[in-house]
């Protein structure tokens, strides 16, 4: 079981601390235990109710009605909103396919499905309309309290394994550009920079892959030992915005700096739309379109 603190639920959920305080006093929304010092901390349980709650109010719920719901009522209404959403099309059925066996460990069954999606589209058109949309299923289904976080690890392993078996060796390198990929250091799941990887390797490309939590101080030693024309990096995690910061100034004080293409979670766009040298990518099309 999870034990969080409350920066860590900050960090996990989007919701700033201040708020997470406010909400526990003023309408009892989740009641943290205390240690004897009177530390908070909030278990699994606690987190997914956050995790509900913010989904609902991104719905348009109001918080002093969200609270006098119980947690079956939530679940009711995200629920409905999942099913309003879904479009009952062979893509949705191709779905439920392969969100059976990835909630029950079976590694051939998933195999076959994602063998026979390859093999109707490629696996660039595989991974953004279908891998992609069942990580994000199978992450509310773990809200919903239906899977556990070994499901989401299952699937991402063996998606990862995927997009490495399949990565362009670096001879198919047509281009003179070169492109530096990272995550900050404090992002953990690199799936989608490891597509962005793929994709560009796919296009000639030539790619230098740093992976999870590089640190500043490493990023720029790199970029000066390899002089990239183009970084590029994903931000998902909340709440990092002064951290990103950091990151995207130091680049721009370097002696001809690289211009930085970002993709992730949308409130970041928002956030580092005044940087000059960074571009905001949402789809694969729009990464693409830098690429050429």
Known sequence: MGKYSIKELERLSGIKAHTIRIWEKRYQLIVPSR????IRSYSDGQLKKLLN??????LG??????SE???A???GILEENEKKSDVRSSQELTMYRLIEPSISFDEVALDKQIQQIIAQTNLQD???EFFFPLLNRI??????NKVSPAHEHFLSNKLMGLLHSAMPASQSVTSSENYLLFLPEWEEHEILLLFCNYVLRTNGIATVYLGRRVPIANL???IADIKPSKLITIITTPNYEKDIKKYLKAISHLENSPQVIAGGSQNYSQVLKDFSTMSWVNSTQELLSHIY
């Open 53 to 58: 709650v913010s989904s609902l109010i991104n």
């Open 126 to 128: 595989a991974f953004s």
């Open 61 to 66: 719920y109001k918080i002093s009605k969200i």
């Open 35 to 38: 240690s004897k010092t009177n």
């Open 139 to 144: 992450g509310f289904l773990w809200r919903a």
């Open 69 to 71: 719901m119980s947690d």
């Open 73 to 75: 009522d939530v679940l």
């Open 220 to 222: 720029n030693e790199t």
